[in-house]
């Protein structure tokens, strides 16, 4: 039996790529998955996808923008009211647009800062009552290389990483006490629409299972890399 199955599993950005594969490998493996993101076509293809490779599963499939406190709010409730808790939270949709600090509006920072890192902020702080109550969680941030190295012609997307690991560490050590274990990950460069080359994103997800079900003592707070 996988250490995933019968876990509930809320997985942002799951209409494509890493998000979709995610999904995908964590439904084989047990878990019940639900599905987060703004175009309702994508994530109805990957809960199809879904069906497929695990008939009868019932993917949840709930559009939403994570940049929306309401929206967000409405999304964890729509889904513990389905299953009854939230037991892992993967914070993968992401926004990767290029600029320069002497080119970026305040427009176009926001909308990166909005989707990368604010809504990291807003799914966690929505589900993180229920894994209290449970006193059980699992926290996934995917981050990039690009978080620590920044990178010329990407200033939002850079710092929206960053940042998005100074929270990861931050909510590791608010939350252990209570059970709930919170890591970053990086995947390195993956095939999706964001990125015409790269890795295929099921080369990774065995990393993202484990990190899912690590025991009651295992990591917390670290940045790891495929």
């Not at 076509?41 to 994570?66: F, H, Q, W, Y």
């Not at 406190?69 to 926004?95: F, H, P, S």
């Not at 274990?181 to 995947?187: E, I, K, Q, T």
Request: aromatic share 4%.
């Amino acid at each position: 039996m996988s250490t995933v199955d019968g876990r509930v599993v809320m997985i942002t950005g799951a209409g494509t790529g890493l998000g979709r594969a995610t999904a995908i490998d964590f439904a084989r493996d047990g878990a019940q998955v639900v599905l987060l993101g703004r175009r309702q076509g994508k994530l109805d293809e990957t809960a199809a996808l879904i069906e497929e490779v695990r008939p009868g599963s019932n993917a949840l499939v709930i559009a939403c923008d994570i940049a929306s406190d309401e929206a967000v709010q409405a999304a964890v409730t729509q889904a513990i009211a389905a299953y009854g808790r939230v037991d892992i939270l993967i914070n993968n949709a992401a926004a990767f647009e290029p600029g320069r600090v002497i080119e970026l509006t305040s427009e176009e920072w926001a909308t990166q800062i909005s989707i990368n890192l604010t809504g990291p902020f807003l799914m966690t702080n929505a589900v993180l009552p229920s894994m209290r109550e449970a006193r059980y969680g699992r926290i996934i941030n995917i981050t990039s290389g690009l978080a620590s190295n920044g990178a010329g012609g990407y200033a939002a997307y850079s710092a929206s990483k960053a940042g998005l690991e100074s929270l990861t560490r931050t909510t590791a050590d608010e939350e252990h006490e209570y059970g709930i274990l919170v890591n970053a990950f990086n995947p390195g460069t993956i095939r999706s629409e964001m990125h015409a080359t790269g890795k295929d994103p099921h080369q990774v997800t065995g990393d993202l299972l484990r990190l899912a079900a690590l025991p009651s003592d295992g990591t917390t707070g670290a940045i790891v890399a495929y």
